[in-house]
């Protein structure tokens, strides 16, 4: 029988890596729910955001609230990044196959890719964590990191926060609206094409905000941005699509799997997530929370 | 269409890199990580070559001839470094390689110079495999340590230790596995009251460590041997530390894979996890080396513009004095002849002189081991004291 | 006049002549393209006449390098064998995951390769004792050309060779007989039904066809055809290594056949020559390769998105009208 507190200490190292995937895949169910496409480039923003975060960082002396700063600073970069690729480039390739929009997006990838290789080299670079969360306290048995608990809970505040938008506000609604039948929309006189490019600022922002928080807990290194995209289709396939909660529900199922798959099967947690994935697809592909596409 | 054939046949043609010019430089091939976590060490070993090739030409290089370096990137990936070699043997032409560093790259890259007959000096994949029976032939050494000598130079300090609960936690591909056996049949045999409470194994390049950290936290292990490297051991010990693993081990933690090198404790600055054990291959700061040793350490620090120079120069620096010596004693560069010529050749190293034995071509190559501490002269923790462990005995 | 040449032919002969041009890298080089070009015309099947956008067909080509190389260098199954076991391989596996993948649509079925391809990618990963794990299996023996080279003694223009000349030999005509087998598929009934397929399914489905069952037929011919590649790639690579199966593999090949362009049969092999001579050459004078080729992909999906063999065809076109004309 597993000690409690290991086992507690497992789910919170899950809950951690499930939240920033959430950020992440949330931009990416996002564009999808609203968008109808799948893109590539959005482990792109997240790195970006992750060396934005590490830039600002050097730029700032230090101080209170400079890690703060370049948190939300990297976030906003990348989300006008964001923005001016919808709005100039993307746009013109909305008529045409949905082929032609994801390898566009995959062209992101490497253009974007190497522009981070330009400006910021190849080797790795850290951040480190904020002062007043560098330490950590017991809980349970085991030692919580003050920065992973922040995490944790920033994840659901979010979560939450981006819930309210979509069911209280009125952009919301047109959100929710665009996604289910974006003609009718634009026959109602909402201008669709700053939709999709507001859309796009949002999701991209949300890509950006994940790279940034999670610069003091990982490498920034070239590459990661291949590695997390894989991660974040697995979470939107597994949680539905285009729905938001089911992102959620996918990025905590990917995290205790993840998690436990060490501990269980350790030789095969990678294959694990990947054949939950499969299976999802396999029985209901629209996933846990998801719909039908139409 | 066959005009565009054609065009396309005769571009190629003209594209084709021009011959080398009547000065007949000898190239060396130098396959090596630049980028990604494991630049961190790769990088400095290809300045460290070129140091000793640019001082050697400027003595007029070796048989009269020059000696001209192409470093490649091989992104630490066994499959880049093969296509990488390869190229450098067919479009280059390279006459030798020097290179690779992880022990994926290293085997991977000596089955390509087995074919070519092209000699492979590999000076950082520490694997046996790479020299074991099956796998050796006449055109690969090694100038590195390799997992036996570090797996049991480690097992002798571990033993010193006032502990018997031990957990290790290594990568999971040739080096990790095999550093780690060694470790555990020599510890076994000299303290067998020692027990592997746990083993963990992440994947080559993981990011996330928190739930091997916490798995191998649950078992409660008095001591903890990690064999991660590079720029991932910075990402592991910030993520443990933050764990609380370094305490509940009371530092009994030793980073094999050269935790203890300059470049790691420097890059880490207040994160380091001081009073851990580490080694490394060189040391600036070493106390008990050699006038030459100085010399070195003077003449990179000047080359590299650092003020605390890198430790792993040494290893590019060493792999490209045993080619240049053979190549001297062979009197040619001949593959065969320089081949022979490095079976048993002795040669003055800053870190010493070391030798390439007849049996599996390794060279006798120890390592700095020692606790890291605070120093005042330095703004970074240091090894202290940094003690060379000589391997021979080691080595069987 | 123009499409009366036998254009295959001239390719086969071009490629045989390659390595009296002298340069063991070019060999090298054209090696490379022969077994990409296999490759992408096989993916062509699934996305040009099918429709069928795959993000997972990399999954195949590594099914087939892991099975050569376990077989030859394990096993010491001749070369043949090995060769043909990879397709078959590949095949079996291309039937089990095509039977779930082709119940789905668009995205989900493009999700579902994908799924399939980093299940396969992770095993080989991991699974050290058979795979070799993130070692790979370096050493892939060649194929014994001692036969050939003894023959060579007798037979003008056989002998003197080197091993790989041989084997860049074998590879062409074992492509080009791949390639040839693939035509006629595609010019059959059967490949026109997938044209058919590609413009509409639901009428399709509405005269009687059964959609499904020729997606998946043509998804096992697809997966076995790449495996076949993977075969080859895995010898010609001298080592077999799991990133065969990496879902940016899968992207590569569904760029060169972008390139190529995917409506035309030669599109993906003219692809695969353009996109390796041009990483070859841009290589050399910058690291910064998949910054050029994400632009190269951003202007072709902008302006060309038939591919060369499109923009080619669009010149012939009005070439003819010209000539037609004037």
């Known amino acids: 029988m597993p000690d409690p507190s290991f086992v507690f200490a497992q789910s919170l190292s899950g809950l951690t890596a499930a939240m920033f995937l959430f950020l992440i895949a949330s931009g990416l169910s996002l564009i999808f729910g609203v968008l109808r496409v799948l893109n590539f480039a959005h482990g792109t923003f997240y ?9 600002v960082v050097q730029w700032l002396q230090p101080g209170p609230g400079r890690f703060w700063i370049s948190v939300i600073g990297a976030a906003l970069a990348v989300a006008a990044l964001g923005g001016l690729v919808e709005r100039f480039l993307f746009r013109h390739l909305y008529g045409k196959e949905e082929l032609y929009q994801l390898l ?21 670079k850290s951040v480190s964590r904020p002062p007043g969360l560098t330490g950590s306290f017991s809980l349970f048995g085991t030692t919580v990191p003050h920065y992973n608990l922040l995490i944790i809970l920033l994840g659901p505040a979010i979560a939450v926060t981006f819930w309210l938008v979509l069911q209280r506000t009125r952009a919301g609604r047109v959100i929710r609206a ?66 938001f909660w089911g992102t959620f529900l996918g990025a905590l199922i990917y995290g205790q799997v993840l998690s436990f798959g060490i501990l269980l099967f350790p030789r095969f947690s990678i294959f694990s997530v990947f054949a939950l994935m499969a299976a999802v697809l396999v029985i209901r592909p629209w996933g846990l929370l998801g719909r039908p596409l139409r | 269409m ?53 001082e050697l030409n400027a003595k007029g290089g070796v048989l009269g001839r020059k000696v001209e370096l192409l470093v490649r990137d091989s992104k630490a990936d066994a499959n880049e470094a093969v296509r990488v070699s390869r190229e450098l043997i067919l479009k280059e032409n390279v006459d030798f390689l020097v290179g690779t560093l992880t022990s994926a790259e290293g085997p991977a890259v000596s089955v390509v110079a087995k074919e070519s007959k092209i000699v492979f000096i590999a000076p950082i994949p520490k694997t046996d495999q790479l020299t074991a029976a099956d796998k050796l032939h006449p055109y690969v050494f090694r100038v590195a340590a390799n997992t036996t000598m570090e797996g049991r130079s480690a097992a002798e300090i571990v033993a010193k230790w006032p502990v ?20 555990v049949e020599h510890i076994k045999k000299i303290k ?125 620096y060493i792999g490209m004095q045993f080619l240049a010596e053979a190549i001297k004693k062979a009197g040619s560069t001949d593959s065969d002849k320089v081949a022979k010529a490095l079976l048993g050749l002795t040669v003055d190293t800053p870190m010493g002189p070391l030798t390439i034995r007849e049996k599996d071509h390794q060279a006798n190559r120890g390592q700095l081991y020692g606790k890291t501490a605070m120093d005042p002269k330095y703004p970074f923790p240091i090894m202290k004291p940094a003690t060379y462990v000589d391997p021979t005995r080691f080595m069987d | ?39 992408a015309t096989s993916l062509n099947l699934l996305v040009g006449y099918t429709g069928l956008v795959s993000f997972g067909h990399a999954a195949y080509f590594g099914i087939g390098a892991y099975t050569t190389g376990l077989l030859m260098k394990q096993a010491g199954t001749p070369f043949l064998a090995a060769f043909v076991a990879a397709g078959v391989v590949a095949g079996l596996f291309a039937l089990v995951f095509g039977f779930f993948c082709v119940r789905l649509t668009r995205i989900y079925f493009a999700m579902l390769t994908l799924a399939f391809a980093q299940i396969v990618w992770a095993v080989c990963f991991k699974w050290n004792e058979v795979t070799g794990g993130e070692q790979g299996m370096p050493d892939i023996p060649y194929p014994d050309f001692g036969w050939l080279e003894r023959l060579g003694g007798a037979v003008p223009l056989i002998g003197g060779y080197r091993t790989s000349e041989y084997f860049y030999f074998l590879c062409v005509l074992l492509v080009g007989l791949c390639l040839w087998v693939l035509r006629r598929v595609v010019g059959s009934p059967f490949g026109r039904m997938l044209t058919t397929i590609r413009e509409n399914p639901e009428r399709a489905e509405f005269i009687g066809v059964n959609v499904r069952r020729y997606e998946l037929a043509v998804f096992v011919l697809a997966g076995a055809f790449a495996g076949l590649a993977g075969g080859l790639f895995g010898i010609f690579n001298r080592g077999v290594f799991p990133d065969f199966a990496y879902w940016t593999k899968s992207s590569e090949v569904l760029i060169m056949t972008l390139l190529g362009g995917m409506g035309a049969f030669a599109g993906p092999a003219i692809g695969a020559l353009v996109l390796i001579w041009l990483n070859q050459q841009i290589v050399s004078y910058t690291e910064y390769w998949p910054l050029i080729l994400g632009i190269i992909l951003v202007v072709l999906l902008f ?9 080619a065809g669009a010149v012939r076109r009005r070439l003819a009208r010209r000539l037609a004309g004037a």
Do not use: C
Not at chain 1, 178 to 184: F, M, S, V
Not at chain 2, 167 to 177: E, K, L, R, V
């Open chain 1, 47 to 55: 790195m970006l955001g992750a060396y934005t975060a590490y830039q």
């Open chain 1, 104 to 124: 566009f997006t995959y062209a992101l990838v490497l253009i974007l890719g190497d522009v981070a290789k330009i400006i910021w080299g190849t080797q790795q």
């Open chain 1, 178 to 243: 665009a996604a289910l039948d974006r003609e009718t929309l634009g026959a109602l006189g909402v201008n669709v094409d700053a939709l999709y490019t507001w859309v796009f600022v949002v999701a991209s922002f949300l890509g950006g905000l994940g790279g940034a928080l999670i610069s003091p807990m990982r490498a920034i290194v070239p590459g990661m941005d291949t590695e997390v995209i894989v991660e974040a289709f697995v979470v939107v396939v597994i949680g539905g699509l285009g729905s």
């Open chain 2, 2 to 54: 066959i005009v565009r054939f054609a065009t396309l046949l005769i571009a190629l043609a003209l594209a084709a890199p021009a011959p080398a010019l009547a000065q007949k430089a000898i190239k060396v091939g130098m396959p090596m990580p630049l980028s990604g976590p494991a630049a961190l060490f790769g990088d400095p070993a290809a300045k460290g070559a070129q140091m000793f090739v640019e």
């Open chain 2, 164 to 183: 018997t609960r031990i957990a290790t936690i290594a990568f999971d591909y040739a080096y990790g596995q095999d550093v780690t056996k060694a470790f």
């Open chain 2, 192 to 316: 067998p009251s020692v027990e592997i409470v746990d083993q963990q194994w992440p994947k080559l390049g993981e990011q996330d460590y928190n739930p091997f950290i916490n798995a191998q936290m649950a078992k409660k292990p008095e001591a903890i041997v990690s064999s991660i490297w590079g720029g991932f051991f910075v990402t592991y010990s910030k993520q443990a530390k933050a764990l609380g693993a370094f305490d509940a081990v009371k530092y009994n933690f030793i980073g094999l894979g050269e935790a203890g090198s300059p470049e790691t404790t420097k890059s880490m600055g207040a994160d380091y996890p001081v009073g851990i054990w580490g080694n490394a291959y060189d040391a600036f700061y070493w106390d008990q080396g050699s006038p030459a040793h100085r010399d070195y350490t003077a003449r990179l620090s000047k080359f590299l513009k650092e003020e605390y120079p890198s430790s792993w120069a040494i290893q590019g």
């Open chain 3, 1 to 39: 006049m123009i499409r009366r040449l036998p254009w295959g032919w001239l390719a086969l002969v071009a490629a045989l002549v390659v390595p009296a041009l002298g340069s063991r890298f070019y060999t090298f080089v054209a090696n490379d393209v022969v077994i990409w070009a296999l490759f």
């Open chain 3, 303 to 311: 302006v060309f998105p038939g591919g060369l063999a499109g923009a």
